[in-house]
């Protein structure tokens, strides 16, 4: 079964809102969780590292004012666009490691900015 | 930059036969490469992983090889099914370090 649960599975939000988000680990503690992005027939490319307890690690050209990471507990991190923009509308993937290496994904957010 | 890439964008394969993805990488300091499949609106869902010290590991259908002389890694699918159509992605880091994917190549199954 799944490890790493992520919703909403799909949001639609008007241009100059905020969405969050939601990636829980199922059944274990991820001390890091990592949110990536995926544009139509793309590959995954990484926005940020979230770390438990401590400020996110944000990848180059990412804007953290704009991507807001919260990681608040050992099984949730939340992300959160604000102020979206279409250009925002994307796949949203989180995924957590476990055993040190391995990579569990969420199911992905399809985010829609009107 | 150090990149992940694939040698083709698309396979397709008839049901029933052996499929082959391809893999190239560019840092030789990589020493873990995962492959993922991911189908449409989903996310990647793990398949199988090699550390730079095996060049050959397999699992249910799926064997990954690695040639670390010039850098390529493969995934074979053997018995190939209908459910087997996705995007397959691999994958590469350097111990616990973050991992960066490759481009990815659709397989499609013909019946």
């Known amino acids: 079964g799944a490890v790493v649960s992520q919703h909403p599975s799909r949001v639609i939000c008007k241009s100059g809102t905020s969405v969050k988000i939601e990636c829980r680990s199922l059944?274990?503690?991820?001390?890091?969780m990592f949110w990536y992005r995926q544009f139509p027939k793309q590959s995954l490319m990484l926005m940020a590292t979230?770390?438990?307890?401590?400020?996110?690690?944000?990848e180059q050209g990412v804007e953290k004012d704009k991507f807001l990471i919260n990681h608040a507990s050992l099984t949730l991190s939340t992300l959160t666009v604000t102020s979206a923009h279409p250009e925002d509308s994307s796949f949203y993937i989180c995924?957590?490691?476990?055993?040190?290496?391995?990579?569990?994904f969420g199911s992905g957010t399809q985010l829609s900015v009107l | 930059g150090e990149s992940v890439g694939l040698h083709l964008p698309t396979l397709s394969v008839q049901e029933g036969d052996n499929s082959i993805i391809n893999c190239a990488y560019s840092?030789?300091?990589?020493?873990?490469f995962i492959w993922y499949k991911q189908e449409s609106g989903k996310g990647p869902q793990f398949i199988i992983d090699?550390?730079?010290?095996?060049d050959k590991r397999q699992g249910q259908r799926v064997t990954v090889l690695l040639n670390k002389t010039v850098k390529h890694l493969s995934l074979q699918i053997a018995a190939t099914q209908p459910g087997d159509s996705a995007v397959y992605f691999c994958?590469?880091?350097?111990?616990?370090?973050?991992?960066?994917f490759g481009q990815g190549t659709r397989l499609t199954i013909n019946p």
């Open positions: 995924s957590a490691k476990i055993g040190g290496e391995k990579l569990f």
């Open positions: 059944d274990f503690q991820a001390t890091t």
């Open positions: 979230s770390n438990e307890g401590s400020k996110a690690t944000y």
């Open positions: 840092n030789s300091a990589s020493d873990y």
């Open positions: 090699i550390r730079s010290n095996m």
């Open positions: 994958a590469e880091g350097q111990g616990a370090q973050k991992l960066v």
